[in-house]
DNA sequence: GCTAGCAGTCGAGCCCCGAGAGTGCTAAAT
DNA sequence: ATTTAGCACTCTCGGGGCTCGACTGCTAGC
């Protein structure tokens, strides 16, 4: 493949929309050769197809020659934008003409009607927890974009728990943790031998009283309070409660939520089986995701882009990400975001992602309150 | 596609594993095509390529030329067993060879042992509920086999419930229903105006204690009968109640496991984008993948093979399904299988998902006593 | 009934060729 | 100093024609 021109240095600028702000170490780019460059991405993302000096000069009007264009993209390609796939093609854009592209985007695209009342509905409609809009969210996101969805859970660390509970369950005994957000969490308490019902009970209604309102640790620290003070009977169990909620705490792996994979099957940038079946991989592993997500959002953007090798997963080098926080009240509490090939239709993409987040913050914050 | 030779009757044997009974309306097929089928089916299996004449008389050990085997194979393409892609190539099987096949595979092929520790040591690991297990279970599957997997949850409607309450979740009521495999579900339950929090809780109560041990079915029955006693205030709340439980029972939708779909992007059989867009978009309906293994399993056998044109899914009819129900008790709960190219191993595939089946019924039942 | 042998069929790979698309460069024009 | 027209050059793509080789089906003889 005739990728080595691409641009190296893999983030030369991390964050999604910078919308004027210049990376200094790159150098301006004259009026026209900005228009030309943006009409060029335009025209590829539309066809896919390598653009020529000749259709560029019909199309972005600036009353210059095919000949003067061709000058210039020669420059262009020279400081890393474009590319030819064989000498007698025409250009195509690189990572770093997309990121010009993305960066020069009119501020806050808007929805199409249609899309817009199609979001609406969704997030119209009674769910009873975030598991469960999260669920209908990757597949409404999809819908929009027709690229691959997905989502990441607000943490239950810094959710407020509103029940906890000890539940028998077959042999074992299970912690139920229900939060603010309608999550639930459970995991298995070491069982300490023989422990009779009625103790479990007492427990159980005692931990429902003592966590409520609280966090995920600073639940912990009462149940370990109160295991000091409690009779050895009770003593252990709060201990392996105290336990399993730390557990909880540190796990992130089930909230990963995934949609629509069907949609980028058919991409023609991800022609070559092997780059799919890398991104789909990549999907899978929830970690792989988690670590995408977290580094597209970091810096602190109502969206977030990332293109190509800006993704710190190589296997997605060939992918870009649109990626959305949503939030309850003023904290970011998830993520949402959508993948498709780096020549994806970003306005389409950009304007989803936002109404999209923009709605699942107002029903995540009506859940929680 | 010179694909028009395959079999039409889409369900001459629905099942599984007929081990033996031949089904009437085939014709029985002599001690040799039998032998030579076989044989050109496993290599089929192994390389992708259409069989010749010659191979099999070289490796299947019959002792006859390869004119004979010739002769022999020009029969069993009448019979409907096998095509050729083009005048001058080998055979290839149809659908109706591929059930042959694994109609006469011997009875219970075994694991090889490091794949079955891996199953034993998955499912030695304390779990805390079918649903974490069944996340597990997909992705164990997928690995052993190299396919993907799919997994169908045991349906509420007949499990135990072990805790039923009602929780105050930002402006609405949650109400949260744990079953005897860990399985939480919850609804939304539309709330009666100015609602006080002691109502409330003194109804969760009420209902921790009166649901326990019954079915969805019957602690619906139950709701109903106290709301007709109860105070106005309660009365409503409790109908309320029994409409949230009806429409868990009726819900499945939620039940789906899907894993390792990455691992049949590079399949040479779904060459065609296609073909495996559609798979994956029927992979990611619920209801598409509920039906597919309901009718798979619907037949009472230990291992049901579902194969090409006798899916009952179109978009299916070039891959097929090996699928196995797992048990609580006596009782299938739930179906896990593996969905390949027709040209899968089945051997490899069948002991997977069946050693999978039968570790996985023995952690059901434990977590459900 | 089996098999050796042979003619016939078809796809895969290769080369060649021409058409077409698009570029880079040069020299003239502004 | 730009811009542009013009032209030579390069490379892809598709088709046609060719050979090679892998199989088959069939026939005739064992």
Redesign the interface.
């Known amino acids: 493949m005739a990728r080595s021109k691409v641009s190296q240095d893999r983030r030369a600028e991390p964050t999604g929309r910078s919308a004027g702000a210049e990376a200094p170490t790159r150098r301006e780019l004259s009026e026209r050769k900005a228009a030309i460059l943006r009409a060029l991405v335009q025209q590829y993302i539309r066809t896919g197809e390598p653009v020529s000096s000749e259709a560029l000069a019909q199309t972005a009007g600036l009353g210059v020659s095919s000949a003067t264009i061709r000058n210039e993209l020669a420059a262009l390609e020279e400081m890393g934008y474009l590319f030819q796939p064989h000498t007698s093609s025409g250009r195509a854009p690189t990572d770093l003409a997309y990121r010009f592209f993305v960066d020069m985007l009119p501020a806050r695209p808007r929805l199409r009607d249609a899309e817009w009342r199609a979001v609406v509905a969704f997030f119209d409609a009674?769910?009873?927890?975030v598991d469960?809009i999260l669920?209908g969210t990757t597949k409404l996101l999809s819908r929009l974009t027709h690229y691959a969805s997905v989502a990441l859970a607000p943490s239950p660390a810094a959710r407020a728990i509103?029940?906890a509970?000890l539940?028998?369950?077959?042999?074992?005994i299970?912690l139920?943790v229900?939060f603010?957000?309608?999550q639930?969490e459970?995991?298995?308490v070491?069982l300490p031998p023989a422990r009779g019902e009625e103790d479990l009970e007492r427990t159980s209604r005692a931990i429902t009283e003592a966590f409520r309102g609280l966090t995920l640790s600073g639940a912990r620290k009462v149940a370990l309070e109160r295991a000091k003070g409690a009779e050895p009977a009770q003593r252990l169990l709060l201990e392996r409660v105290a336990e399993a909620l730390a557990q909880i705490e540190a796990s992130q792996a089930?909230h990963v939520y995934l949609?629509?994979?069907?949609y980028i099957?058919?991409e023609e940038a991800f022609r070559r089986?092997?780059t799919?079946?890398r991104i789909?991989?990549a999907?899978?592993r929830e970690s792989a995701v988690l670590r995408m997500l977290r580094e597209a959002v970091a810096v602190d953007r109502p969206i977030s882009v990332m293109i190509g090798r800006e993704n710190p997963l190589p296997e997605m080098w060939e992918a870009s990400v649109v990626a959305a926080p949503y939030r309850a009240g003023s904290e970011a509490v998830g993520t949402i975001g959508v993948v498709g090939p780096t020549r994806m239709d970003y306005v389409a993409a950009i304007s989803a992602v936002r109404a999209v987040a923009e709605r699942l913050s107002r029903a995540v914050e009506?859940?929680?309150?």
Chains 1, 2 share one sequence.
């Open positions: 009674a769910l009873a927890s469960e669920r509103v029940r509970e539940v028998r369950v077959g042999p074992g299970l139920l229900v603010d957000t309608g639930v459970r995991r298995l070491e089930e949609g629509g994979v069907s099957v058919s089986r092997e799919l079946q789909y991989e999907l899978e009506a859940l929680a309150g």
